[in-house]
């Protein structure tokens, strides 16, 4: 399990500093400053968030956390798909893999969410 939980906490970064990486390829628009400084906070916060869902306090503090996460993922994806849709960035392959990145993601935390509630009605 351990492994597992570094994996996704090492996907999580992984996926924070891509998208920083993109966010400076993007031009100096006010939308694209815009909407990339909310991309890197949300999908940062992701990331961060799930280093403190592994030192939660509680089970029901660890669901909360890992909420936290999912929240984020899904902004961070609404985001991708807004810049995406205003023509913001000419590398539109680098900006599907995030948007399937973060679907995967979204997917993984969806999932866990869900077993973490089952596993705690039997505690």
Do not use: P, W
Not at 80 to 95: C, H, M, Q, R, V
């Amino acid at each position: 399990m351990k492994k597992y939980k570094f994996d996704l906490e090492e996907r999580l970064i992984k996926f924070s500093v891509e998208v920083i990486l993109f966010c400076k390829t993007l031009d100096g628009s006010f939308a694209s400053i815009h909407l990339s400084g909310q991309l890197i906070r949300s999908s940062s916060s992701a990331a961060l968030n799930y280093g403190e869902a592994q030192s939660a306090e509680s089970h029901k503090d660890f669901i909360h956390k890992m909420k936290v996460c999912l929240k984020e993922l899904r902004e961070s994806l609404v985001n991708l798909k807004i810049l995406k849709g205003a023509e913001l960035s000419k590398i539109i392959k680098k900006l599907d893999y995030l948007i399937g990145e973060n679907n995967e993601l979204i997917a993984i935390f969806v999932s866990s969410i869900k077993t973490s509630k089952i596993k705690n009605k039997h505690l």
